[in-house]
RNA sequence: GUCCCCAUCGUCUAGAGGCCUAGGACACCUCCCUUUCACGGAGGCGACCGGGGUUCGAAUCCCCGUGGGGACGCCA
């Protein structure tokens, strides 16, 4: 049997890094055993779903590159398919009208849990051979209640977790249709991995709980029950439960704080899952390496810092036109526009080893293309006075230099050596007015890249004054 | 409250009874490289939640405790 994974998300929102790793690792999977991978809309909440959070997921999907092969489905185009299922359990008695109102089942929760007992649902309206129901109250629409089995325990080797059994007295009569018609997500969720031919459902640890409903649903229909893995939640960097309010960013979030996506991409498949002592590794690998035997059970830690070691990694991999096209961009929107020289992709060959990630890859090469600001304390503490004549030599000796890194790192030489001065004594105040800070890769390769003219200039400029 | 799940360095993790004086990675510290800062290289620091069992032998299996998390919606 082929494999089929699903990813489905609700569009309440965007894209964040637990959906993303859900996403990855139900892909990987579909991919690591030649299956398909599903995308589906699970937009039943009408007013919480938006065509926006839609995009936005679609967008993240996009970025990180995980491909779907089929949908993506909205379950809101379905309800055709799910009425007929529940006309179908109603008449074959799977299922039930309940008349409660919400101030009643309201009333029931609270009396239930101030005499510590689990809130459920009573069963006041399911039929039972020889049970006289209520009277149907007048103006109320019912919802549409599953028939639960009572007895019994609901068992399934879970993936990740192992053996789970709940039993089926903790379980109630769950509504899979409500008051005006529309279905509900434990439902929609087990006709769709049904028709879809869902074999393995690999999705958040908060599904638990829902997963014995959803079997004994499967299995009133008649379905094949799939096999279920469920990954432990990613915590904050602080070690708290990611929320709106706390930490919980799109992933799209990270391409505008300049990461790769093989990255995030990379980090996320470390984040629960492991092949060993192998930290590095692309897609490809990823897809042949990955099993749901290696995947921790435990919760996991978000830990920015390692994720900035590896965008480190792979910026220092990454093609150069590519890094070029990407970095252009981000400079143009600071305002600074890449002129034709120097060239980006070499630049970028000069700065890629010393970025964690594109913004500040962006901002250390922009002095290429633009006077930059003098950062004053640097200025104070490396151009004095006596470094004057020394610059003002080796001005006259780059006049005439051919202009490779060779000739200028011999020019920087010479003047060194007739002032009997040590090296840092002429780079750093160079450092200072070519790149308006102390920190910059080889003098000469930068003046070299930055060119004659530029770098002269930018020289005079203490000269002058 | 009830049910379910989880528990190895600060963090991500290796570990399927002997290979464990517990390995790797990030971070941190030291040194080397060096033209500053990085990169890179070499070292270092640092953990099996506690208690009982089972066993010749337990980080690994069982039980209890403790701690953490999740679920208990006409949300998904």
Known sequence: MTVRTRFAPSPTGFLHIGGARTALFSWAYARKHAGQFILRIEDTDVARSTPEAVQAILDGMNWLGLSWDEGPFYQMQRMERYREVIDQMLTEGKAYRCYCSREELDALREQQMASGLKPRYDGRWRPEPGKLLPEVPAGVEPVIRFRNPQAGVVEWNDLVKGSISIANSELDDLIIARADGTPTYNFCVVVDDWDMGITQVIRGDDHVNNTPRQINLLQALGATVPQYAHLSMILGDDGQKLSKRHGAVSVTQYHDDGYLPEAVLNYLARLGWSHGDDEIFDMAQFCQWFDLDHITPSAAQFNTEKLNWLNAHYIKLADLERLSA????????????????????????????????????????????????????????????????????????????????????????????????????????????????????????????????????????????
């Open 326 to 465: 990407d970095v252009a961009q981000r400079l143009s929107a600071q305002g600074v526009s890449v002129a034709a020289e120097p060239a980006l992709p070499a630049v970028l060959a000069l700065y890629r080893e010393r970025a964690n990630n594109l913004n500040e890859l962006a901002a250390s090469v922009a002095y290429f293309y633009r006077m930059p600001p003098i950062d004053e304390a640097a200025y104070a503490k490396h151009v004095s006075a006596d470094v004057l004549p020394l610059l003002q030599s080796l001005s006259d000796a780059l006049q005439q230099a051919e202009w490779t890194v060779e000739a200028i790192h011999a020019a920087l030489d010479q003047v060194v050596k007739a002032a009997e001065v040590k090296f840092p004594k002429l780079a750093m105040p160079l450092r200072v007015l070519l790149t308006g800070g102390a920190q910059s890769p080889s003098i000469d390769a930068v003046m070299c890249l930055l060119g004659r003219e530029t770098t002269l200039q930018r020289m005079h400029l203490p000269l002058a004054s």
